[in-house]
């Protein structure tokens, strides 16, 4: 059984930094390409930020340059370190793991910027 087990959300001031992380259990981590997308209300989900087995990224251009998107694939774990946070970074944030036409997706976890 595959799960994708987010943490590390919560309640930041503008300006502030958390660092999600994402467990992965039930697939060969290394070889799946990992991302985190959001969603906030009343909005689509959309893409964050993505990398691959190999190890490229790609961000979202609203997150270039403060967030940072890595993965230790001894420990199963994608994580996602985010700086100088906005209120319209505001969202649920979904871990996601593609192979191919595979994905799984995890439960989410709230980030709130606010003062």
């Known amino acids: 059984q595959v799960q994708l087990v987010e943490s590390g959300g919560g309640l930041v001031q503008p300006g502030g930094s958390l660092r999600l992380s994402c467990a992965a259990s039930?697939?060969?981590?290394?070889?799946?390409?990992m991302g985190w997308y959001r969603q906030a209300p009343g909005k689509q989900r959309e893409l964050v930020a993505v990398i691959t087995g190999g190890g490229g990224t790609n961000y979202a251009d609203s997150v270039k340059g403060r967030f940072t998107i890595s993965r230790d694939n001894a420990k199963s774990t994608v994580y996602l370190q985010m700086n100088s946070l906005k209120p319209e970074d505001t969202a649920v944030y979904f871990c996601y793991a593609g192979l191919g036409r595979q994905t799984y997706w995890g439960q989410g976890t709230q980030v709130t910027v606010s003062s």
């Open positions: 039930g697939i060969i981590f290394s070889i799946h390409n």
